[in-house]
């Protein structure tokens, strides 16, 4: 009675293993579905950050809380609007990070 | 030795195959990654399907699809294979994910838990192949990628996004289930044997 090895289970798993599928027309079929790829334009990208920026500004113009952290933060004042709102942005944009990240992974 | 430099060899061809097809946008580039790697693919998706061939083509051609799409994405880290294998394995969780399959691969998975362990009268290779779906499915996807398709550990844990260490895990309990009951089955064999 021999003792089963790592290496003869390797091997009976290998010998089990039919091997690559033949082609049998697969390849032909696949290719009629592959049609030339368009190129990506980065145009409406652009476009949408700018429009969502002016959005942005839009809506935010009108709060006198936007207005106050602008102020502070020109006049070199730390007040509590400009912290908020500073602490927001930043808080948004590591969402916009984390979001970005956790795509491009899934891609 | 050879191994490798064939392997070496073979991976230069796939990036040279790869750089046609994006910089010219040559399907006939492609084409030829198709032929030299369709085999693979399907095998690997049938296994994973429990033999269902049909399935396999339509994942398969699925996977090429998506690889023709996002073959810029490719960035020679791993082999063209491997890319591959990690897309094709992709498309196969996703159908898992679909109620139908899941529903349908449960119902086998139960009926398989009914079916008694290896006999020893029985063929080596049907015992190794019941044996093998006794396995846990990590184990059997690992065993799959790692043996049957000759990946090393680190391209398995790129395939089937797992930890380095979970795959060297799934690769050795594995084995070592496999050994019982294939000396279990060598045992047996040898009293009928005698007898």
Redesign the interface.
């Known amino acids: 009675?021999?003792?089963?090895?790592?290496e003869?289970?390797?091997a009976?798993?290998?010998?089990?293993?039919?091997?690559?599928?033949?082609?049998a027309g697969?390849?032909d079929?696949?290719?009629q579905?592959?049609r030339?790829?368009r190129r990506v334009s980065s145009w409406p990208l652009v476009a949408c950050v700018f429009a969502g920026v002016l959005m942005c500004w839009l809506s935010l113009s009108g709060s006198p809380l936007w207005r106050a952290a602008w102020q502070g933060w020109f006049a070199g004042v730390w007040s509590a609007s400009t912290f908020v709102t500073l602490a927001a942005m930043a808080a948004l944009s590591l969402l916009a990070l984390g979001w970005t990240l956790a795509e491009a992974d899934d891609? | 030795m050879t191994c490798v430099a064939d392997s070496a060899a073979e991976a230069r061809i796939d990036q040279a195959l790869v750089a046609r097809a994006l910089l010219g946008n040559d399907r006939r580039a492609f084409e030829q990654l198709v032929r030299r790697h369709q085999g693979m693919v399907r095998a690997q998706l049938c296994r994973l399907l429990h033999g269902d061939a049909a399935a396999a083509d339509d994942l398969a051609q699925e996977t090429f699809l998506l690889a023709w799409r996002k073959l810029d994405q490719f960035r020679s880290e791993a082999r063209f294979s491997t890319w591959l294998y990690r897309i094709a394995y992709a498309c196969f969780l996703q159908m898992c994910r679909t109620k139908s399959w899941a529903a349908r691969n449960a119902q086998d998975d139960d009926a398989m838990e009914e079916l008694p362990m290896p006999a020893p009268a029985m063929d080596l290779r049907m015992d190794l192949t019941r044996a093998m779906q006794h396995l846990s499915t990590g184990e059997q996807t690992v065993l799959l990628h790692c043996v049957q398709l000759g990946l090393s550990h680190e391209e398995a844990a790129y395939v089937l996004s797992m930890p380095l260490g979970t795959v060297k895990t799934h690769a050795t309990r594995g084995k070592a289930k496999l050994k019982t009951w294939l000396s279990a089955w060598q045992n047996a064999a040898g009293e009928e044997h005698v007898q």
């Open positions: 009675m021999n003792p089963v090895h790592d003869d289970i390797d009976l798993l290998r010998q089990s293993f039919d091997g690559p599928a033949p082609d697969f390849s079929r696949v290719m579905h592959v030339s790829r891609h």
